[in-house]
């Protein structure tokens, strides 16, 4: 087990398990509105988009219920198909915001779609919870960042090597913003990402098609899910980001330790380098 001084996991979980409305920088709260603003007329556009269209009639097959709206329809699902439906519609006329780098070993500059699979996990969940909207801003904003630091510290193999970012990284986002809203502990949220690196998924060979939007919703889902299962007591490796069989070595070949830790919040990716709202698709 790696010396927890030095665990990218033990980072990313006292940055969450720490951070607070209150905390957050208001240039930071500025941008995160404008970013949500987006994030909810992209998920529209997308409504009726053939992937969304499927996703909801896959849903709806299911016969579920719950107090979480699909946004563009409004029925009542639990979190996490709410966060499925939400997520690809989002991605579905790939017309969310972009994270910006300015790495130059990174690939078009661009690493990963932050907002869609945080905003789509954090919404429902903030409704299953009664969050206010101070709590979902903060859960947004952590989420992002999560998202935004993972990906700067994997290498650029990770990308290179097929893997879809939105899918891959975008699920600890959303973990992240749904542990949070959840009130979870340190030990919570460390479980919860290790189960996340376990059900991270998304491949560019379905660039192209009805399954690129997929990634997004599925990394909304399933970073609920992870969450969900850390609070009713699940266990992952408490380390599952680190060492030789950790998620950075695994799906990136190795990480950047220096762009993740200290780096959390300082300063948040929203401002510096930026997240993107795209002009068109």
Known sequence: MPDDKYSLTSELTDYIHGISYDAIPADV?????EAVIDGIGVTLSGYSADCTTLIRKYIGGLGL??????????????????????????HA?????????????????????????????????????????R????AFCCGVEVACKV??????YHYQNGF????????????????KLYGM???????????????????????????KPYHAGAAAENGVIAARLARLGDQA????????????????????????????????TLIWPGVSVKPYP
């Open 29 to 33: 709260v500025v941008r995160a509105k």
């Open 65 to 90: 219920d719950g107090k979480c709206t699909v946004m563009g329809q409004g029925n009542g699902l639990p979190a996490q198909y709410a966060a499925l439906a939400n997520g690809v519609g989002s």
């Open 93 to 133: 006329l790939d017309f969310d915001d972009t994270q910006i780098s300015l790495l130059p070993d990174r690939v078009y500059g661009l690493l990963t779609h932050p907002t869609t699979p945080v905003l789509s996990a954090a919404i429902p969940v903030a409704e299953e919870v009664g969050a206010s909207g």
């Open 135 to 138: 709590d979902l801003l903060a």
């Open 151 to 156: 990906a700067e510290a994997i290498k650029p």
């Open 164 to 179: 879809h970012s939105t899918g891959t990284i975008g699920i600890f986002g959303a973990a992240a913003a749904a542990a």
């Open 185 to 211: 502990d340190k030990e919570g949220i460390r479980h919860a990402l290790g189960i996340a690196a376990s059900k991270s998924a998304g491949i560019r060979v379905a660039f192209g098609t009805m399954t």
């Open 237 to 268: 490796d408490p380390n599952a980001l680190d060492g030789p069989w950790g998620y950075f070595q695994v799906a990136g070949g190795d990480s950047d330790p220096g762009r993740l830790l200290g780096r959390l919040g300082n300063p948040y």
